[in-house]
């Protein structure tokens, strides 16, 4: 089970901590993602972390601003985003596979056996 926390309103420039913290014992066998629909869109890929929290890949949208993280003695995946947009407003999920998929980056929905519950972002200019 994964709940999604941190999110609220701010204003462009700003920032916001997302956290994401997942029940069980096997947390580091999990490679974890965040995605985030906006209102009348798709759900989108915004970034993911492997196992070890090693390695982690972004979409070029949040790249440079956005920081996925890991703790796995804490079962808690985070997503720091910094200098908002206004494009960034939407509803942001975190997302956990226990499937392994070589030489993916996890950027794809049906990579993803288990998501949270979304938490909300918006940001006002």
């Known amino acids: 089970q994964l709940q999604a926390s941190g999110g609220g309103s701010v204003q462009a420039g700003g920032s916001l901590r997302l956290s994401c913290a997942a029940s069980?014992?096997?947390?580091?066998?999990?490679?974890l993602g965040w995605f985030r629909q906006a209102p009348g869109k798709e759900r989108e890929f915004v970034a993911s972390?492997?196992?070890?929290?090693?390695?982690?890949y972004y979409a070029d949208s949040v790249k440079g601003r956005f920081t996925i993280s890991r703790d796995n003695a804490k079962n808690t995946v985070y997503l720091q985003m910094n200098s908002l947009k206004p494009e960034d407003t939407a509803v942001y999920y975190c997302?956990?596979?226990?499937?392994?998929?070589?030489?993916?980056?996890?950027?794809?929905?049906?990579?993803?056996?288990?998501w949270g519950q979304g938490t909300l972002v918006t940001v006002s200019s």
């Open positions: 997302a956990a596979s226990n499937q392994y998929y070589f030489g993916s980056y996890y950027t794809q929905l049906r990579e993803y056996e288990y």
């Open positions: 069980g014992r096997t947390f580091s066998s999990y490679a």
């Open positions: 972390i492997s196992r070890s929290g090693g390695g982690t």
